[in-house]
């Protein structure tokens, strides 16, 4: 199956600075990818769209200006989670869907604990 | 509100035996379901899918089943295996969105 890398897959910051995360199709061109959300024992949330050359469409309750998503290229998506919280702490998931196929494909997801 | 529901949080299944996973939903417009397995700290694993024009799809142990009227389907795993324990997300989108909405897992575990 295709390939989405997502890296880091683990990162601790301090309150108040901002961490990014990056999801790259390898094998595939993904004019779309999203991000998810996962607290313990908790569902996938869907925080984002991430349209290739355009905004981001963000779920109700997310906050944009918190967390900003970037997809400058159709392999290369980016979250930055800014001015991050211990609230924040939480598994950060990307996928991406290859217009080829119907199922989309996951990162190996990042753990952020904000300290 | 949550679209997509599996209303058992936990299952415990002997090995060999069949593993039944349940997922219902609320959202007509769903026209694509999927079955993912996910490990702690890791991003999902897809598992198989099926569409809303049909109502089984098999392949090799895992078995989806999806009755449109009740709005329910349902995962099955014969025989069950040590190595399927994992979490199981259901989750459904609308054709042409990609946009997953998840259940909330249920965590299967099979005793040898």
């Known amino acids: 199956g295709a390939v989405v890398s997502q890296h880091p897959s683990r990162v601790i910051c301090k309150s108040g600075t901002s961490v990014k995360i990056e999801c790259r199709s390898l094998d595939f061109q993904a004019t779309t990818m999203f991000w998810y959300r996962q607290f313990p024992k908790q569902s996938l949330m869907l925080m984002a769209t991430s349209n290739e050359g355009s905004k981001a469409t963000y779920e109700q309750g997310v906050e944009k200006d918190k967390f900003l998503i970037n997809h400058a290229s159709l392999t290369l998506s980016t979250l930055t989670v800014t001015s991050a919280h211990p609230e924040d702490s939480s598994f950060y998931i990307c996928?991406?869907?290859?217009?080829?196929?119907?199922?989309?494909?996951f990162g190996q997801g990042t753990r952020l604990t904000v300290v | 509100d949550q679209q997509v529901k599996q209303n058992s949080p936990s299952l415990s299944v002997q090995e060999g035996r069949i593993s039944i996973l349940n997922c219902d939903y609320t959202n007509s417009m769903f026209d694509y379901f999927l079955w993912y397995k996910k490990y702690p700290a890791e991003g999902p694993t897809f598992l198989i899918s099926?569409?809303?024009?049909?109502d089984k799809n098999e392949d090799g142990r895992f078995t989806v089943f999806l009755n449109k009227s009740a709005k329910h389907l349902s995962l099955h795993i014969v025989p069950s295996q040590p190595g399927d324990s994992a979490v199981y997300f259901c989750a459904a989108f609308t054709s042409g969105t990609y946009k997953y909405i998840f259940g909330t897992g249920t965590r299967l575990k099979v005793l040898a």
């Open positions: 996928s991406a869907s290859n217009p080829m196929n119907t199922e989309a494909f």
């Open positions: 099926i569409s809303s024009i049909k």
